[in-house]
């Protein structure tokens, strides 16, 4: 399996655990007056800075912001696996967006994940092509 391809599963996994989730936590978060839900008793889930800081509808309005990020980093993993240097530029390129929300949020896991993304994109880059191609 080329760079390019683990570059994208690294992306889909990330989308998938931190974009995703948002939909049922901003639910809860709206119908508990603004609770969060925690992860197994130990931190509140997405519990930063902006939870304390805006009211529950801006709050849920936040986390979809965020998930249409992850879905914009989804598709640039889906144009990774299928060679397109494009999938490359667009997942770097939305790393500052995302870093926006990992600090609102206090998400320390992505930063870790954006960190081998940028490596695997780098690494990937010589074998990606202006117009994909079979990988």
Known sequence: MNLARVDAIVTWAYAAGFGLP??????????????????????????????????????????????????????????????????AVLNLALLPAEAVFWIGFDLPIPWVLGAARVVLALLAWSSLSPRGAAL
């Open 22 to 87: 948002t939909i049922p936590i901003a639910v809860y978060h709206l119908r508990t007056a603004g609770r969060l839900p925690t992860f197994f008793g130990m931190f509140e889930m997405y519990g930063g800075r902006w939870s304390a800081r805006y009211e529950p509808g801006a709050f849920a309005a936040l986390l979809m912001g965020f998930l249409l990020v992850a879905a914009a980093v989804a598709f640039s993993g889906w144009l990774l696996w299928q060679g397109f240097r494009a999938g």
